[in-house]
């Protein structure tokens, strides 16, 4: 199976990333898309939304070994209990941990953690710096064709690939930290689309114009690569380089009185209105689906732009999408804002929903 591959993508933190991503899977679960989340965020924080403490403890306490030595912790161990290992969820440092180290690959993938029954999770690690240091030691030897270059700068969308093979994976969602590092450039640029969340702010607008800066520096880089490689070296990459598929706005905060038509207080409307036009400004249209399709607003419109309060902290405490919240079990002291709130929470389903349909008809133009 052929899955899309996306991201979501700012190069300015503190936007929302992880809440929109986790959100946005969930809804597209729920509109029958089968979706796989891989956390490349080295700060971990999707997986830290998605599961608790004591599951994420368990998967990394029984890799610790295998992150600082691989071959070495795979000769000191059994064969059956290598294979108990990987009857178990792993992390995408783990699962990467041999081609980052230069040694056989693993016999076979590790189950991803289900999060229902459409989303599933490879969680990620705090060690995928150590990734990322050996994408930027062998990069230029992808120019060469080198064969152990090439697999550490494509092993992200094979394994892909592969999981979609097993699980039936419509879209995969790379999660990426707020960063122009690397990982970021080789996950990135291994994605087929992207969107970016934005903050009303003018640091989302320079973080646009980053973004743009950046996209054109790696094309012309993967460009001179594909030049250089055989077709059958060349197929490793995708066929097209990264899209933007759009923005949306997100964690605006409505102020009452305002008569702009997002009802922002009159500073935030002032740069989210330049977010499309920052957009045409600074991101090459070869980068990106037709400006006159993605540019005329954020995407699912105003579904998801407005904050929820405190909504997305319960959400990550309860690992549960908010409109979950209202049929879930709660401790004593959620139950009353909660429960005050109910319908609030559910309304936020069809709210991610509409959104999510958006991006699927989006991703369907890649």
């Known amino acids: 199976m052929t899955p899309k591959i996306v991201s979501v993508f700012n190069n300015k933190g503190g936007v929302g990333k992880t809440t929109l991503t986790f959100h946005l899977a969930h809804a597209l679960g729920e509109l029958g898309k089968k979706v796989l989340l891989v956390d490349f965020d080295p700060q971990c924080n999707l997986t830290i939304v998605s599961m608790t403490m004591e599951q994420i403890e ?12 691989f071959a070495a912790a795979k000769e000191n161990e059994s064969a059956d209990n290598f294979d108990r290992l990987l009857d178990d969820v792993r992390s995408i440092h783990f699962i990467l941990k041999p081609t980052e180290d230069g040694t056989a690959e693993l016999p ?3 189950p991803p953690a289900s999060l229902t029954k459409n989303v599933d999770l490879l969680p990620g690690r705090l060690t995928l710096h150590l990734f990322e240091a050996k994408i930027g030691e062998r990069w230029s030897g992808i120019y060469q064709g080198d064969p152990l270059a090439l697999r550490t700068a494509t092993r992200a969308r094979e394994l892909a690939y592969k999981y979609a093979d097993m699980h039936g994976y419509d879209i995969v969602i790379f999660d990426t930290s707020p960063s122009l590092g690397a990982l970021n450039r080789d996950i990135l640029t291994l994605t087929d689309g992207f969107l970016i969340p934005c903050s009303p702010d003018l640091f989302s607008i320079y973080g646009i114009r980053n973004i743009g800066g950046a996209l054109d520096l790696w094309r012309k880089q993967f460009d001179t690569i594909f030049h250089l490689l055989s077709d059958t070296k060349r197929s490793q990459f995708p066929e097209k380089f990264v899209r933007l598929i759009g923005y949306t706005l997100y964690n605006a905060r409505r102020y009452s009185g305002q008569k702009n038509p997002l009802g922002l207080a009159a500073a935030h409307y002032h740069y989210a209105e330049q977010i499309p036009g920052t957009i045409r400004n600074h991101i090459d249209p070869e980068n990106s689906l037709p400006f006159d399709e993605i540019l005329g607003g954020s995407i699912g419109g105003d579904s998801v732009i407005y904050a929820h309060n405190t909504f997305p902290s319960l959400a990550q405490k309860y690992h549960l999408p908010m409109w979950r919240l209202p049929e879930s079990e709660l401790q004593p002291e959620d ?4 429960g005050g709130n109910q319908q609030k929470f559910k309304d ?11 991006v699927i008809d989006r991703i369907a133009k890649l």
């Open 58 to 69: 368990k998967i990394w306490t029984a890799e610790d070994a295998f992150i600082e030595d």
């Open 108 to 110: 076979r993938l590790p």
């Open 335 to 338: 139950k009353s804002t909660i």
């Open 348 to 358: 936020t389903q069809q709210m991610y929903h509409a959104f999510a349909s958006d």
